[in-house]
Nanobody
Framework: QLRLMESGGASVHTGGSLRLSCAASGDTYSNYCIGWFRQAPGKGREGIAAIHKDGSIIYADSVKGRFTISQEAAKNTLYLQMNSLKAEETAMYYC?????????????????????WGQGTQVTVSS
């Protein structure tokens, strides 16, 4: 069973940067579609970026050009580099993984069936 643990959340000012990490144990990321989601208070869950096990990468339009998803196989860790952060991006950030999604876009847009989730890490962006 895959277990996910996020870290790296913090409080930053508008325009700042953060790098989130998600360490996996119990299996290797290469067997999964993996990605990042966020949920702000009172709002629904939003898919941010994902990497399919075929290597394809997709980003939500709202973060293109500012966020970068990557993975380090040797550490079995997923990253999300976030630059030029905005106040409205204050949220709990979650990593997620599933072995069966057939493409990254579907993983981001229809996450209801994603099997594995981390506990989340809080990102607060203030002006």
């Amino acid at each position: 069973q895959l277990r996910l643990m996020e870290s790296g959340g913090a409080s930053v000012h508008t325009g700042g940067s953060l790098r989130l990490s998600c360490a996996a144990s119990g299996d290797t990321y290469s067997n999964y579609c993996i990605g990042w989601f966020r949920q702000a208070p009172g709002k629904g869950r939003e898919g941010i970026a994902a990497i399919h096990k075929d290597g394809s990468i997709i980003y939500a339009d709202s973060v293109k050009g500012r966020f970068t998803i990557s993975q380090e196989a040797a550490k079995n860790t997923l990253y999300l580099q976030m630059n030029s952060l905005k106040a409205e991006e204050t949220a709990m950030y979650y990593c997620a993984a599933d072995p069966l999604y057939e493409d990254a876009r579907y993983f981001l847009e229809w996450p209801a069936k994603i099997l594995y989730w981390g506990q989340g890490t809080q990102v607060t962006v203030s002006s």
